[in-house]
């Protein structure tokens, strides 16, 4: 009897720490879950913070965003192994909790100092397997945070805007990702080619990561 009540009161906890109590996600994610986009959002709040070097934070670079687009273009494998990850930060404090009180709580649960502090504890660990976890959370929400425009118009990184000509070969490959039909292009529309001209470096920007403005 005591047994079972045990159990039963292990598996209320278990559900209550993975399934419970996440904000709903400011949109609809179809590969991340809400736990998940907490656990992003929550990370890079902790990683890339408002008021650094880089204006923008962690936060401003939507990483859920590019985490839900970069396991929509992975495979099942990469997938499977996000998704571990994820879940592995996010309870990792069981096993190795925060210093001071409420250290057992979730990831997401914790203060932005209690998750500076988890992190820092992945990634100073005398564990190989804990720093192999740490970086490779630092990797995918580093790509993230470098993807977007602000933070590369502001390293000087963003790319410059280029007048591509139409070559031949254009008209029998199609875009990545793309089927032959798409192409839409015919020997007229071939243009010249570039006259080799290098691109000044205070040159118009790419349109994708121009600067917006009203």
């Not at 598996?11 to 991340?32: F, H, M, S």
């Not at 408002?50 to 970069?70: M, Q, T």
């Not at 499977?80 to 990831?107: A, Q």
Request: glycine letters at 8%; proline letters at 10%; charged letters at 20%.
């Amino acid at each position: 009897m005591v047994t079972a009540v045990l159990c039963v009161i292990v598996v209320c906890y278990v559900v209550a720490r993975v399934a419970l109590g996440y904000p709903d996600p400011p949109r609809e994610y179809r590969r991340l879950w809400r736990g998940e986009v907490a656990l992003i959002s929550s990370a890079a709040e902790a990683m890339y913070p408002a008021g650094g070097p880089i204006p923008s934070s962690g936060l401003d670079a939507d990483l859920p965003g590019y985490l839900e687009r970069l396991m929509a273009a992975s495979q099942l494998q990469t997938r499977i192994l996000l998704h571990l990850l994820f879940f592995l930060v996010e309870h990792g404090t069981l096993l190795f909790p925060t210093p001071g009180r409420g250290g057992l709580r979730r990831f997401t649960s914790q203060s932005v100092e209690g998750r500076v502090a988890a992190l820092d504890g992945w990634a100073e660990s005398a564990l190989f397997v804990r720093r192999v976890v740490f970086t490779s959370l630092r990797a995918v929400l580093t790509m993230g945070y470098f993807a977007h425009p602000p933070v590369l118009r502001r390293l000087g990184l963003a790319p410059l805007a280029i007048e591509a000509p139409i070559c031949e070969a254009d008209l029998l490959y199609p875009l990545i990702g793309e089927r032959p039909e798409s192409i839409g292009l015919t020997a007229a529309d071939v243009t010249a080619p570039s006259a080799g001209i290098p691109l000044p470096q205070d040159g118009p920007l790419d349109p994708r990561f121009a600067e917006s403005r009203p």
